[in-house]
């Protein structure tokens, strides 16, 4: 069980309620977690930012529940939670709209449909207070529940897990391309940025894929890498390192030996590596004054020489020799409007499931934007794409 509560919220389905003020939504909630996530209250708006809680919920797994403020809130105040409800539908997996049954459905209920089906989201229609009101002749995606009194509620939990379960829990960071027994070597700078006591997120999940696989590794700063490769009696399967490290790394691994980066892995993990190639080349486009935008996923204290909004900035324009503006977002930040940017430079993502990911890199697309990440940018501007991309058969540089 304790694995299980370790999973990353990224890896977890995103379970979100919708519903309008006084729907229930936070009773439904409480009830199918069996816990009092969210605050319940007679009065409308009870629920004024977007609740989230990983957990385990039976029989879906590991979840991250999201208890959202109504959709038909009133006023400024109220027109910014409606906001904050509907971004919350980026990185929502599964939809739960959630309807007062004694009331009927609305047209507010109605729109929040139409947007679920907008954006491909897999939802179910749930008819709350049926100890009021019972509904018959429902359709396949509806279900009448009373949170007061229980009815249903299993029911509701078991229809839930149907829909979550996805080819995405199936997906591998690094696993598809190893057998039992492979050695692969990971290249783990421990400088400044580095957290004290511990690997960043990328790092873990990496190492714990290539053991799941029965396959092996070798975790080494870049200090001592070409000693951890002489050791070996055959070359590793493959190197993986920091996108950092690249420019020394790329050197000190014979071009016979695959070398990726963990962001690239990640990359592809989430969706979005054949766009991230293909924008890396637009670095070339940028002229002076251009705006460029460095997107993280995670919020952490900044280092003085952090990658992000440091060493990548640098990197950008010494390699361009332009004037370059850039601006920074982190967390669960990212511009509507994107259209004063000349290229998007986002993170691996490691912090955020693949729906956001994979809507971020729509909005670029939507709005003409080159989209690339971290390790896929330095891997270009050090000349190595396209080595770094030969493990994945499906990118061509």
């Keep these: 069980m304790a694995g299980i509560n370790q999973t990353p919220n990224a890896d977890r389905v995103h379970i979100g309620f ?62 910014l939670r409606v906001r904050r409800a509907r971004q919350i539908l980026n990185k929502t997996d599964v939809a739960v709209l959630i309807i007062d049954g004694a009331a009927g459905k609305s047209q507010a209920d109605d729109e929040i449909i139409k947007l679920f089906e907008e954006k491909s989201l897999p939802y179910i229609i749930v008819y709350n207070k049926s100890d009021l009101k019972e509904y018959e002749n429902l359709k396949e995606n509806e279900i009448s529940v009373s949170a007061l009194t229980g009815a249903n509620v299993n029911d509701l939990k078991e229809r839930i897990a149907k829909l979550a379960k996805t080819e995405e829990n199936e997906k591998r960071i690094i696993g598809v391309f190893l057998k039992p027994s492979d050695i692969v070597v990971l290249v783990t700078p421990i400088d400044g940025s580095a957290p004290k006591g511990r690997m960043i997120l990328p790092q873990v999940q990496t190492i714990r894929d290539i053991l799941d696989g029965n396959a092996m590794c070798i975790v080494t700063q870049t200090e001592q890498l070409k000693d951890a490769l002489d050791s070996l009696k055959e070359p590793p399967k493959m190197v993986v390192t920091d996108s950092q490290a690249f420019s020394i790394v790329k050197d000190i691994v014979p071009e016979s030996v695959p070398l990726t980066s963990f962001s690239i892995l990640f990359a592809n993990y989430k969706g979005v590596l054949k766009t991230a190639a293909k924008g890396a080349a637009s670095v070339e486009k940028l002229k002076d004054g251009d705006t460029v935008l460095v997107s993280e996923g995670c919020t952490h204290h900044r280092q003085c020489e952090d990658i992000g909004t440091v060493k990548l900035p640098n990197w950008i324009k010494k390699h361009t020799g332009k004037s370059i503006n850039f601006e920074f977002t982190s967390g669960g930040e990212f511009p509507d409007d994107l259209s004063k940017y000349s290229l998007i430079v986002h993170c691996g993502g490691c912090m955020l499931n693949e729906r956001e990911v994979l ?39």
């Design 359 to 397: 809507y971020r890199q729509k909005c670029a697309q939507d709005q003409g934007v080159p989209f690339t990440n971290y390790g896929t940018l330095i891997a270009y501007m050090n000349g190595i794409l396209k080595r770094s991309a030969e493990i994945f058969p499906d990118i061509t540089i």
């Design 18 to 79: 919708f519903g309008k003020r006084n729907a229930g939504k936070s009773s439904v909630v409480n009830a199918v977690t069996g816990q009092k996530l969210s605050i319940v209250s007679d009065v409308k708006g009870t629920t004024t930012d977007p609740v989230s809680k990983a957990m385990e919920l039976l029989p879906v797994g590991p979840v991250v529940i999201i208890d959202t403020p109504g959709i038909d809130d009133e006023g400024l105040v109220g027109e």
